[in-house]
């Protein structure tokens, strides 16, 4: 892997977010709505059920994570939306340019928006909700390593989906996060769910991380194998991921639908 | 025209191949797009790869670049096979054409420098400056690629395409959007790339004087078969025509007729 063709695919991605503020205020809107909304449904329940239980650190806290792995998620796609809305994939990938080195490029971008995103969430967080930061200790290392290496998987899944189908295709990737919500035990634990959601909440890694959360929160103690077992599954499909973006790739090319694929065949 | 045949006249050695293709084909599914072809292009040399719409030439272009993967043949880039060695091969090569714009929403600096550093340049920041004075792009700099006139569009694709002095430089049909005038300054500059630095230049063109001015050798392309290849100013008369563009015609239309000379 060459890094200065890593870095050019960060640069140009950072090139678009400096000089737009449609682009840079993508990265804050939704997340600050969203926690100023559960900020104060958080305040409700706490004022209906008289402070016998905080909701802000599992409602809230909850609502952050999950956020941060559609950011992760969503910062992989729109890079690989930028070169789909500019046509620019010939350009790209008839330079020495690797598939590899592209991902990971598109990785760097994500981390940077990922983790502004996520210090907004934080700061509003805490400043308008009294939600503290660092409760979860030691703990926010596994449960940001777990959720940001899924929605990375996802992220690659996903631009895999559109490379394959077309532009018109991209409308599934907005909402594929919403889809494992239901597994991933956001605000519920996954006990709640029948015996076959069970077993799939079981291999949707984020639902170790809430699990977690809860566990924590509830008795003050999370068991580290089930972390592990989260971030060896979170691993696992992003291999799978790349496996399938690259073997879309390859076809892309072998039939002829990288440089037709605004045809959409 | 000063810069017509400066190659053929000026004493180069033209023997080192930049381009190798070897029995080329490219089938879609039971349509063959690309029949075997076979060519090569030397250091410095123009030459111009012809044919009417559908002959198979952008396929050709494609897979040379290594976006299109080949269904038989090989296609060795200064020695290193683009399939097998795609990076290296590709690094020494570079485009333009006019259906892969640079993204509009960048502008003709950040284009550039994220080519240049997706192609290698070494010392880019130093060498930006001279790029955009080469390509007259100074007062551009920071315009966006797509608020550029057409020609100003085509002269970003042109820095982009040789800022790394590629051995192999693919243009396909560089100067179509362009007034005469801008078409011949381009057409120098091209010239003068393949004649001064022994640029590779395998050019793509619909129009027969610009080919005829340019290139030093042609390779006329129907359904996806090298069909006839040659020196574009005696070619024509070789197979009993006034020109080139007479040619071209015969090629397109009635490209049995040549088969069976």
């Not at chain 1, 802000?56 to 809305?85: H, K, S, T, Y």
């Not at chain 1, 308008?128 to 690659?156: E, K, N, S, Y």
């Not at chain 2, 191949?17 to 797009?33: C, G, H, N, P, W």
Request: aromatic letters at 12%.
């Amino acid at each position: 892997m060459d890094p200065r063709r890593i870095y050019a695919i960060f640069l140009r991605q950072m090139f678009l977010l400096r000089h737009n503020w449609t682009r840079f205020s993508n990265i804050f809107v939704w997340i600050i709505l969203d926690v100023v909304m559960w900020g104060f449904i958080t305040k409700y329940l706490n004022d209906v059920g008289n402070a016998a239980f905080n909701f802000v650190p599992m409602f809230l806290g909850a609502l952050i994570l999950w956020n941060f792995l559609i950011r992760v998620q969503q910062g992989i796609m729109l890079g690989f939306f930028e070169d789909v809305w500019s046509r620019n994939f010939i350009n790209l990938f008839a330079s020495p340019l690797t598939i590899g080195e592209y991902i990971v490029g598109l990785i760097l971008t994500c981390i940077a928006t990922s983790v502004l995103g996520l210090a907004a969430m934080f700061i509003l967080a805490s400043a308008a909700f009294g939600f503290v930061l660092f409760q979860f200790g030691t703990l926010l290392v596994p449960f940001i390593a777990i959720l940001f290496v899924f929605g990375l998987a996802l992220g690659v899944f996903t631009a895999g989906i559109v490379l394959r189908l077309g532009p018109a295709a991209e409308w599934i990737a907005w909402p594929l996060p919403f889809f494992l919500q239901p597994f991933a035990g956001v605000f519920y634990p996954v006990a709640l769910l029948p015996g076959a959601l069970e077993v799939i909440a079981r291999l949707v890694p984020p639902s170790y991380v809430f699990e977690g959360m809860r566990s924590f929160l509830f008795f003050g103690a999370v068991s580290a194998p089930s972390l592990w077992i989260g971030f060896c599954l979170s691993v696992f499909y992003l291999i799978l991921a790349y496996l399938f973006f690259t073997s879309i790739y390859r076809h892309a090319v072998r039939k002829g639908r990288l440089v037709r694929f605004s045809a959409e065949e | 025209m000063l810069y017509t045949g400066l190659a053929r006249h000026s004493g180069m050695h033209m023997t080192e191949a930049i381009l190798e293709v070897t029995r080329l084909a490219k089938m879609y599914d039971q349509a063959l797009a690309v029949d075997a072809i076979s060519f090569s292009v030397h250091r410095g040399e123009i030459v111009g790869l012809l044919g009417p719409n559908g002959a198979g030439k952008t396929t050709t272009l494609n897979m040379l670049l290594g976006v299109l993967e080949p269904t038989a043949g090989t296609i060795r880039i200064a020695g290193f096979d683009v399939h097998k060695e795609r990076s290296r091969a590709l690094a020494r090569t570079n485009f333009a054409a006019i259906y892969a714009q640079v993204p509009g929403n960048l502008t003709v600096f950040q284009n550039l420098y994220i080519f240049g550093l997706l192609y290698g340049v070494a010392d880019l920041r130093a060498r930006m400056p001279g790029l955009l004075h080469e390509f007259e792009l100074d007062a551009f700099r920071n315009t966006k690629c797509g608020l550029l006139s057409s020609g100003e569009q085509t002269r970003v694709h042109l820095a982009k395409a040789t800022m790394n002095r590629p051995r192999l430089l693919l243009l396909d049909e560089p100067t179509a959007s362009l007034d005469p005038s801008a078409a011949r300054i381009i057409r120098e500059k091209i010239r003068s790339f393949a004649t001064d630095d022994g640029m590779g230049v395998l050019w793509t063109s619909h129009n027969m004087h610009e080919v005829e001015a340019v290139c030093d050798r042609v390779l006329f392309l129907s359904h996806g078969k090298v069909l006839l290849a040659g020196d574009p100013r005696t070619l024509p008369q070789a197979h009993g025509k006034q020109n080139l563009e007479e040619l071209f015609i015969t090629v397109a239309r009635e490209p049995l007729s040549l088969e069976l000379e």
